[in-house]
């Protein structure tokens, strides 16, 4: 018990430290300043933007695209119409008033006039274009997928779903997902068109999410500290099955945090902890019963190769 809350804390210690690094790390701020680029657009213009482009994923304007991106609109793209916010300014001649609200003259006793700013709302249409409507610089990425396979995977995978009370479903997924974790209808989806690796982790994440954050955990934690939460006891796990998973899940972890510390996963630990560690007793305790299973299955035979050999020396 002791040796193995001691590997928790290490494997912990080393996410942190991991996430640390990729704060620090030259590509993960480039990813930042890229991302930084594009606006936020509001719920009606994001709505505009599906309707006429359901498959956009980053827009911005024909002059971003070119000047700071380093990207070039294709010929013959369609833009997609938003409705911009274009306030109109204008400068209005007025009295200048002193501190007491009178009207200030000069030397002459003739009044000073000043320049009054005002901005009247008003909106105009403006289009934008989805970066698979442009050509260019590639635009810095973060590794959202794990590549490879797994020892004993099938073994593997039928001890993981036993950590789930839900119902566990591998299932192609549309968009960018690769599992979901619905606490109404108590199932989790896997996307089915992953490696085995990826199937692994993605299948501890969401069930971390069923384990930590319930209906009510979902209305006091939000959704930032839950991905971080579950992210990290996904990797604390699979470190202690033997499998690698920090290239995605420390750019992972920090694409959420997305501070120059980890602040937000310093301020879970305790929870990461106590999660993982209940996760990673509840595995030994189905393999143990697994191994038991097996070796009653043996047993009659084994008797049976006893006795056929009793006889043989009796002979």
């Not at 274009?129 to 590639?138: A, L, R, V, Y």
């Not at 979902?218 to 839950?226: G, L, N, S, V």
Request: with cysteine; charged share 35%; hydrophobic share 30%.
């Amino acid at each position: 018990m002791q040796e193995r809350e001691k590997k928790i804390k290490e494997l912990l210690q080393k996410a942190e430290e991991g996430v640390q690094g990729v704060f620090e790390s030259e590509s993960f701020q480039s990813y930042l300043k890229i991302m930084a680029k594009f606006h936020d657009y509001s719920a009606r213009n994001v709505q505009l933007i599906i309707s006429q482009k359901p498959d956009a994923s980053y827009v911005a304007g024909y002059q971003k695209w070119k000047k700071e991106l380093k990207r070039i609109v294709k010929k013959g793209e369609k833009g997609i119409a938003i409705v911009a916010y274009t306030p109109q300014t204008r400068y209005d001649e007025v009295p200048k008033l002193n501190e007491e609200g009178r009207p200030v003259l000069d030397a002459d006793g003739k009044l000073v006039y000043t320049l009054k700013k005002t901005i009247k709302p008003a909106f105009s249409i403006k289009y934008v274009f989805d970066i698979s409507q442009t050509e260019g610089e590639p635009l810095p990425t973060l590794p959202d997928r794990l590549e490879g396979t797994v020892e004993n995977y099938g073994q593997i995978l039928e001890s993981v779903k036993s950590l789930s009370n839900f119902k566990i479903e591998f299932q192609k997924i549309e968009g960018n997902a690769m599992g979901l974790c619905d606490l109404e209808e108590k199932r989790i989806v896997i996307d089915r068109d992953m490696s085995e690796l990826q199937s692994i982790s993605v299948l501890i994440h969401e069930i971390a999410h069923e384990r930590l954050h319930g209906i009510a955990g979902r209305e006091t934690i939000d959704r930032q500290t839950r991905e971080v939460e579950a992210e990290a006891t996904a990797y604390v796990v699979c470190e202690y099955l033997g499998l690698d998973t920090s290239e995605v899940a420390f750019p992972y972890i920090a694409s959420w945090s997305k501070e120059k510390d980890t602040k937000t996963l310093y301020q879970s630990l305790d929870r990461i902890q106590k999660n993982a560690h209940e996760m990673i007793c509840n595995y030994e305790e189905y393999m143990k019963g697994q191994e038991k299973e097996q070796d009653t299955e043996k047993a009659p035979e084994q008797k049976k190769k006893v006795r056929k050999r009793q006889n043989e020396v009796e002979r």
